[in-house]
């Protein structure tokens, strides 16, 4: 399960991404993502019980699937159900909605880190407040993160941001990180499955 996990964290998406940062203070940054929520009034300490309990079902998910299907399918079924539950949270909704408001944006994305655009020049060093919702399955992530490095900007939707931030994630709850690498397990798979689609496709003709 450890190379599984490991490729999954390797592993690079490009997509829409609606994403909002916040730059930090040292003093911000070492407090901690939960503090800092605390401090702002913005904990729900339901809502992370819901995702810590989701990306525990999701790896469960992940063996079960290849071991007992039944048993699998029942997992996914539970799993869903709670995604329905987690989507009514107030906080939850509210923070998808505000992000959903903001032009999407072509990302490069992975387990570990990511590339964003950014209207704004920033520096390799600076530490963020991340908060982003990705488009393909509607998952969102909030996170601290440290910026590696500036390359070329991703995005290509013409939406004026001059400049590409490439950041680490920094501290990822483990909920949070699971989502990640889920999410680039499912991609990675989606994206086999095209490849091999396209061979046979061109074995046919």
Avoid: W
């Avoid at 998808?96 to 408001?101: D, G, P």
């Avoid at 990640?180 to 396209?198: A, G, P, W, Y």
């Amino acid at each position: 399960m450890t190379d599984g996990n490991e490729n999954r964290r390797s592993f690079r998406v490009s997509e829409d991404v609606y994403i909002k940062y916040d730059v930090l203070t040292d003093k911000e940054f070492a407090e901690g993502l939960e503090r800092r929520k605390l401090r702002l009034g913005d904990n729900d300490s339901a809502q992370a019980a819901l995702v810590e309990v989701e990306s525990r079902l999701s790896e469960a998910m992940f063996l079960m699937n290849g071991e007992q299907s039944a048993l699998g399918r029942c997992i996914t079924l539970m799993n869903d159900k709670i995604n329905i539950a987690i989507e009514q949270l107030p906080a939850l909704r509210e923070n998808k909605a505000s992000l959903a408001r903001t032009p999407a944006q072509c990302c490069d994305v992975g387990a570990d880190g990511m590339v964003f655009s950014s209207e704004r020049q920033l520096a390799v060093g600076d530490k963020l407040h991340l908060r982003f919702l990705l488009s393909s399955d509607n998952r969102y992530v909030e996170c601290f993160a440290r910026v590696v490095r500036l390359t070329d900007p991703p995005d290509t939707h013409g939406n004026n941001l001059p400049y590409g931030i490439a950041v680490e994630f920094d501290n990822v709850p483990p909920a949070q990180r699971e989502i990640l690498i889920q999410h680039m397990f499912n991609r990675e798979s989606e994206t086999l499955r095209m490849r091999r689609l396209e061979i046979d496709k061109a074995n046919e003709g």
